[in-house]
């Protein structure tokens, strides 16, 4: 049985790889916009989904709270960081230095949850839980990339 943690650590490595690709871009290309576009939907759906089937059980252990909290307010900084590059013109430098902010942000928070929210939620989630919760991220994952 999959855990939640071996779903979310799958995205984890397409989201990585997606930002480590978009830095890699320049000017107005299709490239670039088809590579942020990708970016975008993964981090929007996966925000979602870890929200909801991850998040939100760890606000409700002592534990865990303050952890999920920061985890959210993260995905909410990179929020931030799209609507700047939404709002910024493709072929302007500034544009790249958002990217690579944005880049910054998702490897610092996904190495946060890996290293730190993974092991703490491990002690408070039951196996069951773990594989249940992992059934449901995945589902609302693949309902949502069709």
């Known amino acids: 049985m999959t855990t ?3 779903a979310l ?27 942020y576009k990708q970016l975008k939907h993964e981090l929007k759906i996966h925000a979602d989904g870890e929200e909801r089937h991850f998040y939100i059980p760890l606000f409700e252990d002592e534990k865990t709270q ?21 709002e910024t013109d493709m072929s302007s430098p500034a544009w790249l230095t958002y990217a690579k902010q944005l880049q910054d942000k ?22 069951k839980q773990k594989g249940s919760l992992a059934n449901d991220y995945q589902s609302y994952i693949d309902k949502e990339r069709e």
């Open 4 to 6: 939640i943690f071996e």
């Open 9 to 35: 650590r799958k995205d984890h490595d397409i989201q990585r790889d997606l930002a480590d690709k978009l830095i890699q871009t320049s000017g107005d290309t299709e490239e670039r916009r088809s590579l």
């Open 66 to 86: 303050e952890h999920a909290r920061h985890g959210v307010a993260e995905h909410h900084e990179m929020d931030e960081l799209m609507e700047k590059l939404d």
């Open 106 to 127: 998702v490897h610092h928070h996904l190495k946060d949850e890996e290293h730190t929210i993974f092991q703490l939620a491990g002690k408070v989630l039951s196996e």
